[in-house]
């Protein structure tokens, strides 16, 4: 059995995404051309929503989808605490105030119990995160539909996944999603995307992400430069159709890791919603000491990772926050006290799978 390190990652690079690399750069037209437009169409199309536009990333695609909801000063936007930073930080961006709830605890998305309970008049938004790839409980859908409060479904590291049949990126009034390097599928860089599954949102969000112009010189509402490079674009319309190839072998090489470590008592293991298809971003085990799992995972030349180690509500740019101190949400913060992720990208060897199955399965705290 092999000894290189198996790392959390790969890149997959193929001779169609290089001759498409080649072929936009030769063109001459780099930006604002037919790859952006059709891998908008195409990636809305995959995931089941009525219009979509390529972005520059994940993040600013949250903030374009506040504008584009109108949040702004004295507002509130409902989160989960448990995610990466850029879900709550771009509410402030926008002049609003971020109200951090709880997560399920089998699932680690957002707890539909707390969503409801935190809803207040000021509330202009939700955003739900299909945390790991885990898709959202659609009681949140249904909660904001009674409250009449737009739900943007943060969907970085769902891309592939679906619950009841129904893709992740279709549930909310608006979905955004990274494509950077180390997610489901990528563009050759920093890149993203915003859909919509409303009519009267496709043009708004296309809009902004081009300074707000109808024309060249004609700036008819407030909008910045967020656009993605034909290049990269291109790149993305290669990789879509590997995705559901890639999404698949996720799924097998989580099913065998759920066998493999579902007896262990020391060792808890993800779950999968009941209808649903997980796109396995993470895999992620919670274990007692964290520390020295992961010191026995370098040891077996394997790498791990956390995703992620300080609940939003805790970092400091919060401390002044009402939420921001320990304590305040204790479920995310026991959470994030013991995650460890483990690899799972689809370009893992079986033997490799091996590999990690016997390391995590021969580790005693």
């Known amino acids: ?32 051309g037919p790859e952006s437009k059709a891998f908008g169409a195409e990636w809305a199309a995959y995931c089941g929503a009525l219009g979509g536009t390529p972005c520059s990333n994940g993040s600013v695609a949250l903030i374009a ?46 707890d539909p119990t707390a969503l409801e309970a935190a809803i207040t008049p000021s509330t202009k938004a939700i955003i739900g995160v299909h945390l790991y790839g885990q898709p959202m409980d659609t009681t949140i859908f249904e909660i904001a539909s009674k409250h009449g409060i737009p739900v943007i479904e943060d969907s970085a590291q769902g891309h592939g996944g679906s619950l009841n049949g ?26 993203g995307a915003i859909i919509t599954t409303r009519e009267d ?65 020391h060792i808890k293991h993800p779950q999968v919603r009941p209808g649903a298809v997980h796109a396995w971003h993470q895999y992620v085990l919670r274990v007692g000491d964290r520390e020295a799992f992961q010191a026995h995972m370098n040891e077996m030349n394997i790498s791990t990772g956390i995703h992620y180690p300080i609940p939003c509500h805790l970092q400091p740019v919060y401390a002044d ?43 005693q705290p």
């Open 65 to 110: 989808a506040l504008h584009a909801l109108d949040v702004g000063h004295g507002d509130e936007v409902i989160v989960p605490s448990h995610t990466y930073i850029a879900s709550a930080t771009c509410i402030n961006l926008v002049g609003a105030t971020p109200k951090f709830v709880e997560v399920e605890e089998e699932y680690y998305t957002l």
């Open 166 to 191: 129904q893709r992740i990126g279709s549930f909310g009034d608006i979905a955004t999603f990274s494509f950077f390097p180390s997610k489901n599928m990528a563009v050759g860089g920093d890149g």
């Open 201 to 265: 949102l496709i043009q708004r969000v296309s809009t902004f992400i081009d300074h707000g112009r109808s024309d060249k010189y004609r700036n008819d509402v407030l909008g910045t430069n967020f656009r993605l490079s034909e290049i990269q674009c291109g790149v993305g319309r290669v990789q879509l159709k590997h995705l559901d190839n890639w999404v698949a072998r996720r799924n097998e090489i989580a099913a065998r890791y759920n066998a493999a470590f579902s007896e262990l008592p």
């Open 321 to 363: 926050h009402p939420q921001g101190t320990e304590g305040s949400l204790p479920l995310t913060e026991a959470i994030c006290s013991d995650i460890v992720s483990i690899p799972v990208m689809p370009l893992l060897t079986d033997e490799e799978v091996d590999r990690v199955i016997e390391a995590v399965q021969a580790w």
């Open 1 to 32: 059995m092999g000894t290189d390190r198996i790392p959390m990652g790969r890149m997959f690079i193929d001779d169609e995404m290089l001759e498409t690399a080649n072929r936009i750069l030769a063109s001459g037209q780099w930006i604002k």
